[in-house]
Structures are given as C-alpha cells and as structure tokens.
C-alpha cells in the first residue's frame, strides 16, 4: 500500500532562494510540495508549512523584518496556533523570531562575515514533530550559510525548547548557549539555521537533514490521516 503524500505548503518571498531544494527535498520523502506566494493572504489545504532559506526582501532593515508583515504570515501564525507543524530554516527561523512566533532574535555572526560550511549539531530533543526520526544526543552533519545567525535568546528561554545545538567547536556564528535549533513552547514551530534539505543525499556529502524533513512529513502525514 502507497502511502498519502501530505501537502507542505512552502511560502515563497520576494528574495527566498532555497525553496526549490526544499520542494525536491520534500518530494524526495513523500511529501506534496506547494507553493504559497507570500502575498496570499489564506493558506490552501496543507498539513504542514516550511519557510525556506534565502534573503527575504533582500534582508532590507533586518533579515525577516519585513516578511513578517506579508500577509502569508497572517496565515501561517493562524496555522500554527492550531497546532500545525511550522519549520523555518535559516531565513525561515529569523521570519519566525521576527513575527513572535519564536522567541529570540537572530544578529549578524560574531566573525561579521557570511559562512558556509558543513557543521555537526546534536539532538537536544528527539520528541517534537522535527525530530521524532532522530535519537537524543545523535550528531548530524548540515551545512549553514548565512550572515546573521548568532541567536540571541530572551533571558528567562527554558532549557526543553532547545533542540539543536551545534557540536562542540562547530559553533560556526557565536550563536549563545551553541543554539542551533529552538521550538515553540507547544512544540510545533520550529527554527533553526542549518540547511536540512541541503543534506538529504549522501552523494551530496550528508543524509542527515533527511531525518529533519521526514520527521516533518510523517508528522504532517499523521494529521493527514487524522483528516481523514
């Protein structure tokens, strides 16, 4: 028996460049990519959203300060708060800090200089709808690239909603605590900075962001059904 393919909305900004390697990625582990343009105002029918990587609005003022006001993020808040799996990577994280549906801001590296390069993150958690294909304490290779990932967290952050955490001397932006990796405090938005679909096949030096995104369909595949 087929499995459903559930449908993963990924919003597109004026400036997202990732969200194609996201769609591959998704469809590659048996999700249904769509696209949702950032200026609409209603989601379609989908099971989960990911706001990709890249240089939304071209980073103007603060990177993901002006994408918070696209209407798509109306929606996208509106999804989450009923409990919808939302995963923002890199830009993606820095829209969610952004538009308060994560806690923190993203600030530019403490190098004050772009990186790109494969790091190893460990799991902090392995029980949210991100990582329910992980182990606690397991290490993943994915690459990063950006300029303005140093995680800055509020103060009072509780321990459980980190997790990832980028490995010992990996620490590639000076990010506090090794922050790599945050949810919600129901646990059903996530953010981090690595490129999860930039390392879903060996052949492209790491599978292990496979492990991210399947988590992420399976969950979306469960409120399928849930649907059903």
């Known amino acids: 028996m087929t499995e459903a393919r559930p449908r993963i909305g990924i919003v597109v900004f004026p400036g ?20 949702v343009w950032h200026a609409e105002a209603e989601l379609p029918r989908v099971e989960g959203v990911v ?3 890249g240089f939304s609005y071209g980073d103007y003022l603060r990177c993901g ?10 929606a ?11 995963l923002g990577i ?9 538009a308060g549906l994560l806690p923190g801001v993203l600030r530019p590296n403490a190098s004050l200089s772009f990186v790109c390069r494969d790091v190893v993150v460990r799991v902090e958690r392995a029980d949210t ?4 294909r992980c182990e606690p304490a397991q290490t993943l290779v994915i690459p990063v690239k950006h300029g303005e990932g140093c995680y800055h967290p509020p103060p009072d952050l509780a321990e459980e909603r980190i997790v990832l955490r980028y490995a010992a001397d990996e620490n590639p932006n000076g990010s506090f605590g090794d922050v790599a990796g945050i ?22 030096g790491s599978g292990d962001g496979a492990l991210v995104l399947a988590s992420l369909v399976d969950t979306a595949r469960e409120r399928l059904y849930a649907r059903a």
């Open 90 to 98: 890199c830009n993606g994280f820095q829209i969610l800090c952004e």
């Open 183 to 204: 949810v919600n405090e129901e646990g059903n938005v996530m953010g981090l900075m690595p490129h999860p679909e930039h390392a879903v096949d060996p052949l492209l």
């Open 16 to 35: 997202s460049n990732d969200d194609r390697d996201a769609a591959w990625a998704l469809s590659a582990l048996g999700a249904e990519p769509l696209d």
């Open 65 to 74: 300060a002006l994408a918070r006001f696209s209407p798509a993020m109306e």
């Open 76 to 86: 996208v808040a509106a999804f989450a708060a009923a409990g919808g799996p939302v």
């Open 51 to 53: 706001l990709p990587g």
């Open 129 to 132: 709808p991100f990582t329910t």
